[in-house]
């Protein structure tokens, strides 16, 4: 039984480990015809890139993506687009201790209680290191719809939250953050937090501008539904909320309605209370999701836990880990968002022509 693939008509499968020779993907179902090249690829993994700055893991690992198959003469044959990213930094000795008790907040015991054994060395599959992998893939995606721009950035950090948006700034700080002020205060929280040996949560939002009305279907193929099995599928991914989300809960009915008017080409909406997305299907209006990271759960500080033998003992993770794993979560989010709207693109098209 496999649980390495996701979506429909565009489908990807993702494989490899932290510590192994190589990770990548295989995406099947992409169109013929459509111009793709490494070069395409590599700015979105340049983005998730550790070691870029001293707020993310110092692991230092190229990232450059291979294409294997599916490209010829620069462009989609229609059959499996074979991508690899080799690792090329491990430091497998740095989780001697990891080998011996559970980190608590990791994936370590579900993996040994499922499994009977697991990859301790950074935490094998379980490892936000796959996510590299997605990111390629959502390379592909982007090339299947190239109407919708799909913009990430991180709105909160260890509770202190972002207050205005300049897109300008996204790419101008080390943490995806579109309010200037609120990345030099990051700058403090996550370097006192790293300092202390402990970690720091976040929330992403993702904003894709562009998609057309219609897209989605009813009930058990929601366009927001698949984007939130996508986004919780994510390393270290708690929460996914659309549009008001959980604060929607807290609005009257005339509150969180999106009022609209008649326009030139279509409705104007008043307001998009329901982030694009109404009955399963997209409005038109821009999608807008928001992801919920927990604390990086490989800290320096000493936490309780067992052994593999069930003995109490003490476990502090050495190695080099983010200590803030929703700050480099940002082009991951993108990168799921793009895969979801490329797969419903296609399934819309199937279905209606």
Known sequence: MSHNSFGHLFRFTTWGESHGPALGAVVDGCPPGLALSETDLQPFLDKRRPGTSRFTTQRQEPDQVKILSG??????????????????????????EVAKAY??????????????LRDYRGGGRSSARETAARVAAGGVARAVIPEVTIIAHVVEIGGDRAETFDAAQIDANPFFCADA???????????????????????????????PAGWGAPLYAKLDADIASACMSINAVKGVEIGEGFDAARLRGEENA?????????????????????GGISTGQPVIVRVA?????SILTPVETITR???ATDIMTKGRHDPCVGIRGAPVVEAMVALVLADHKLRHRGQVG
């Open 71 to 96: 490209v010829f003469e620069g462009r989609t044959t229609g059959t499996p687009i074979s991508l690899m990213i080799e690792n090329v930094d491990q430091r497998s000795k740095d989780y001697s």
């Open 103 to 116: 980190r608590p907040g990791h994936a370590d015991y579900a993996y040994d209680a499922k499994y009977g």
């Open 181 to 211: 002020a609120a990345a030099a205060r990051w700058e403090v929280l996550v370097d006192e937090a790293r300092k202390s040996g402990s970690s720091l949560g976040a929330i992403v939002e993702c904003i894709a501008i562009g998609v």
């Open 258 to 278: 999106d009022p609209m008017r008649p326009g030139t080409d279509g409705p104007e909406f008043l307001a998009n209370h329901a982030g694009g997305i109404a």
């Open 293 to 297: 990271f927990k604390p990086t759960s």
């Open 309 to 311: 033998e069930g003995d």
